[in-house]
């Protein structure tokens, strides 16, 4: 990519940044429904690491990366709504007619995703912080959980803006993240271990995508970190997340021929 | 005569949309550099589709063409620097202020540090917009909006600036004060317009050429004088009691021609449509001319000659049947409604 492709990307990310900051209303519940889980479940589920398995002291310990995980699918799979405005509003094709580059309007989309979910990811684990959780693994473990989290964030954000350009409907994004977001959730290792869940639910979860972010997360945040889980499952993350990104770019194609 | 090289020139273009819409079934048009072209046409006429396929939005299925001597298939890069581009929808970024719009609008075109502070500074004071250039667009008003949308296509000087629809949607006073605008814009120095409208009225005050367009296709090309000259006098229009047959329309046709101060007769289902010169004084003798042959009317009216009949005289067909046509064809443009420029 040329370094003007590279500039235009920043101005281009920098105008989507202050898009969200200035709507102080999506900001503060971005912020704020992760807190709510964090009580609610912690509260609720507290005792459930008596039955052993976590890995963890506290349920809090354990429940940290599954809300970092599930708060990063929840924020990113409504990214097609902010598309399909852009399309609406004729603002994609005014940037179409200038010679901004193409890349550049996409990498925008994925950038500003991946520095917001990683800003929520952080928010959360301080929050956790605050509530009491402990982190074993130190900043590393950390830095794994958030770079998951932007990942996984990243592969849901393309989706949703390529099913954004492909269907222009508001209804059918609303469909489709409602009916995903808390089977997603449920079938991965989010709020119980692995070990005391049904069979048949922990081979699902194996290929759940949020599960991986969670195990590469919770395996880097532990004492002595298994690094193979990590490279594994942050391997796979890394490879969907290209996929997604590779699919919603030839969306985007498609989207140009079709104006 | 040394005639220097169109700035827009576009040759049988044809574009069909999926569902097999015919958008553009041979699109000529060429604009002479420096001055005001516009296209005038119903919805679905095919004049966006010009404008996408010439600001390198959209690919024709085939034809040529070429804007600022640059290919707009081969060298889509080359007309992109060249061009500004009003769209019919605001693209401004709501959430930005006017100034953050221009500021980025001129950073993609390469402006940087001082000349693009100046260069927003002169855009905000000459659209009125200094006072508002720190407020978030979406508090503006409409022909605030508007003002932005043409500023943020002049931006960068280009040579030829596309105005598509640019008053649709404003209210009387906006749009004048557009009008004002673009009449200014017109006298820059080499600035190449080309508008489209669906106003007669519109065409007739800001362009120099006007091209007609129905269906995909120029049907009737020149200056706004011209095309009104050829529309001098009245319109009668007379509603039949019952339609009449294809046999029957001839030797009609021909006996109220021949009546005095009468032009032109045209048929459209159970109306006769009449040019005269003086509309009070024929219907009269059209009534009685029908009523010599049997056949009744139920209804006539004199109107000034409009749009309307403009269309009805070159394509064929009624503005309105134009519009509701495309209106169910195409639901991706505009539907508002079309205001008659009866009188203009």
């Known amino acids: 990519m040329s370094t003007n492709a590279l500039t235009q990307t920043w101005f281009m990310t920098q105008r989507q940044l202050m898009a969200v900051l200035r709507q102080p209303a999506y900001v503060v519940l971005m912020l704020i429904q992760p807190a709510v889980w964090l009580f609610l479940f912690g509260n609720l ?46 603002t994609l094709n005014r940037f179409l007619t200038t010679p901004v580059s193409r890349g550049a309007l996409m990498n925008a989309n994925v950038v500003q995703q991946g520095l917001t979910t990683a800003v929520q990811s952080v928010v959360i684990i301080l929050l956790g912080k605050l509530g009491g959780a402990d982190y074993p693994g130190g900043a590393a473990g950390l830095v794994v959980l958030v770079v998951a989290a932007s990942l996984l964030g990243t592969v849901f954000g393309a989706l949703s803006n390529a099913l954004g350009m492909l269907v222009r409907e508001r209804e059918s994004i609303i469909g489709i993240n409602t009916f995903l977001l808390l089977p997603l959730t449920f079938l991965s290792s989010a709020f119980m271990a692995p070990s005391q869940m049904p069979g048949w639910m922990r081979h699902i979860a194996d290929f759940n995508p949020l599960d991986w972010a969670m195990v590469a997360g919770r395996s880097a945040m532990t004492a002595n970190p298994d690094w193979s889980d990590v490279l594994t499952r942050g391997g796979g993350l890394l490879a969907l997340a290209v996929a997604a990104v590779w699919l919603s770019t030839r969306t985007f194609r498609a989207y140009q021929r079709s104006v | 005569m040394n005639t220097p090289a169109p700035a827009v020139e576009a040759r049988q273009l044809i574009k069909t949309y999926p569902g097999d819409v015919t958008a553009l079934s041979g699109m000529d048009v060429t604009v002479e550099p420096g001055t005001v072209f516009g296209l005038l046409g119903p919805n679905g006429a095919g004049k966006s589709t010009t404008v996408k396929i010439l600001t390198t939005l959209a690919r024709p299925d085939s034809g040529t063409a070429t804007v600022a001597g640059h290919d707009v298939l081969r060298h889509p890069d080359r007309v992109r620097r060249a061009i500004g581009v009003v769209a019919q929808k605001s693209g401004a970024d709501p959430v930005a202020t006017g100034r953050e719009n221009l500021q980025l609008q001129g950073r993609l075109y390469g402006l940087r540090g001082a000349a693009l502070r100046r260069r927003v500074d002169e855009l905000l004071a000459r659209f009125h917009l200094a006072d508002a250039a720190g407020r978030q667009v979406k508090g503006y008003s409409g022909g605030m909006q508007r003002r932005l949308d043409v500023a943020l296509g002049l931006v960068h000087r280009p040579e030829v600036l596309f105005l598509d629809e640019p008053t649709t949607g404003l209210d009387p006073e906006a749009r004048t004060a557009m009008w004002d605008e673009i009449t200014r814009l017109a006298g820059d120095e080499g600035l190449t317009i080309l508008l489209t409208t669906h106003y007669l009225e519109e065409a007739d005050r800001l362009a120099e050429r006007i091209a007609i367009v129905d269906r995909g296709r120029v049907v009737v090309e020149g200056t706004p004088d011209a095309l009104k000259g050829e529309l001098r006098g009245d319109a009668v229009h007379m509603e039949l009691r019952e339609a009449v047959g294809d046999s029957g329309r001839t030797s009609l046709k021909d006996s109220l021609s021949a009546l005095p101060g009468v032009h032109e007769v045209l048929f459209d289902g159970r109306r006769i449509s009449v040019r005269a010169e003086d509309g009070a004084a024929a219907v009269p003798a059209l009534l009685g001319a029908l009523e010599r042959v049997g056949v009744g009317v139920a209804a006539a009216t004199v109107a000034r000659p409009s749009l309307d ?19 169910s064809a195409e639901s991706t443009e505009s539907t508002e409604n079309l205001a008659l420029a009866g009188g203009a």
């Open chain 1, 45 to 90: 589920f507290k005792k459930v690491v008596e039955l052993g398995g976590f890995g963890t002291t506290t349920y809090l310990d354990y429940l940290v990366p599954g809300i970092v995980v599930m708060s990063a699918l929840s924020s990113n799979m409504w990214a097609g709504m902010g598309t399909l405005e852009e399309i609406e509003r004729g």
């Open chain 2, 309 to 327: 009949d403009v269309y009805l005289r070159y394509a064929g067909r009624r503005y309105a049947d134009a519009e509701a046509a495309a209106d």
